[in-house]
Nanobody, 123 residues
Framework: VQLQASGGGLVQAGGSLRLSCAAS????????MGWFRQAPGKEREFVAT?????YYADSVKGRFTLSRDKAKNTMYLHMNNLEPEDTAVYFC????????????????????WGQGTLVTVSS
């Protein structure tokens, strides 16, 4: 299974971007697909994920929206009102089986990872 993330770029604070993540290599759907990000000098952190329900990190709730086209095995992250603190490499992740609710925000719960796409928000 391969995950291909795209859509990153440079945007001014207050602007918007849409990230995409396409899964390929298998014919069956991913149960969970999500996004993590890693800012310079920081550890990778959870952003959002969707499976039975959609979960968001508090820092992006109300600004980011995760959507998914299961037929195409593609996921999108619509990012609005971007802040300089959102600057990071964004990684998409996926798992073919269900993740228990308490572990959906944990990196180790995901089996497949994309290569990352850089989002830079200027002030």
């Amino acid at each position: 299974v391969q995950l291909q993330a795209s859509g990153g770029g440079l945007v001014q604070a207050g602007g918007s971007l849409r990230l995409s993540c396409a899964a390929s290599g298998r014919t069956f759907s991913m149960y969970h697909m999500g996004w993590f990000r890693q800012a310079p000098g920081k550890e990778r952190e959870f952003v959002a994920t969707t499976g039975d329900r959609t979960y968001y990190a508090d820092s992006v709730k109300g600004r980011f929206t995760l959507s998914r086209d299961k037929a195409k095995n593609t996921m999108y992250l619509h990012m609005n009102n971007l802040e300089p603190e959102d600057t990071a490499v964004y990684f998409c992740a996926a798992r073919q089986t269900r993740i228990i609710v308490g572990a959906v925000r944990t990196e180790k719960s995901y089996d497949y990872w994309g290569q990352g796409t850089l989002v830079t928000v200027s002030s």
